[in-house]
């Protein structure tokens, strides 16, 4: 893990230099596994390219930076690399249910807890991937954005490596 944010502070710190408008953009988004993905891009001066930075929030939550590049004449495809969170999946968590008390209020609590932990055990795959974007107002511009993306990694708890991957769609200001 700490290879990765070491990763994704350098390109956060390296990507505007590759920009040369400077044109700082934020969007908002969601989809599946996230909910909610806040987003900072800087265009390159012809607005065919953008380094990008989000925070992923869901049941689990993730960092990523990304770089697409636009790949159709009115720049509303583009394809790209991204390094960090690229999804989440569930955890099989085993709920201790050994507990022998007689209480109500202790069976209660315990049932109560377990239903919380299967229902939040989700951990993130943190790794690199591709993506896929259809702008509907073209890259670098107002308006609504449409995200596939899909790569390989590690769990975040663990060293289980696994393709993994997720849909947002998000609004640029």
């Known amino acids: 893990?700490?290879?990765?944010?070491?990763?994704?502070?350098?390109?956060?710190?390296?990507?505007?230099?590759?920009?040369?408008?400077?044109?700082?953009?934020?969007?908002?988004?969601?989809?599946?596994?996230?909910?909610?993905?806040?987003?900072?891009?800087?265009?390159?001066?012809?607005?065919?390219?953008?380094?990008?930075?989000?925070?992923?929030?869901?049941?689990?939550?993730?960092?990523?930076?990304?770089?697409?590049?636009?790949?159709?004449?009115?720049?509303?495809?583009?394809?790209?690399?991204?390094?960090?969170?690229?999804?989440?999946?569930?955890?099989?968590?085993?709920?201790?249910?050994?507990q022998n008390s007689d209480e109500l209020t202790a069976a209660f609590a315990n049932a109560i807890g377990c239903a919380l932990a299967e229902a939040f055990d989700e951990e993130t795959t943190n790794g690199i991937g591709l993506s896929y974007s259809y702008n509907f107002s073209g890259l670098n511009q107002d308006g609504w954005r449409l995200r596939f993306e899909l790569g390989y990694g590690e769990a975040s708890s663990d060293d289980n490596k696994r393709v993994d991957g997720g849909i947002n769609l998000s609004y640029e200001f």
């Open 1 to 98: 893990m700490k290879k990765i944010t070491h990763t994704v502070v350098s390109l956060l710190l390296l990507g505007p230099t590759f920009a040369s408008a400077n044109d700082i953009s934020f969007s908002i988004g969601g989809g599946y596994p996230y909910f909610v993905i806040p987003e900072v891009s800087v265009a390159n001066a012809d607005l065919s390219q953008r380094w990008y930075g989000n925070y992923k929030i869901g049941l689990d939550d993730g960092f990523s930076v990304g770089f697409e590049q636009a790949i159709s004449d009115n720049n509303k495809h583009a394809i790209g690399l991204l390094v960090g969170a690229l999804g989440n999946r569930e955890v099989d968590t085993q709920c201790d249910e050994s």
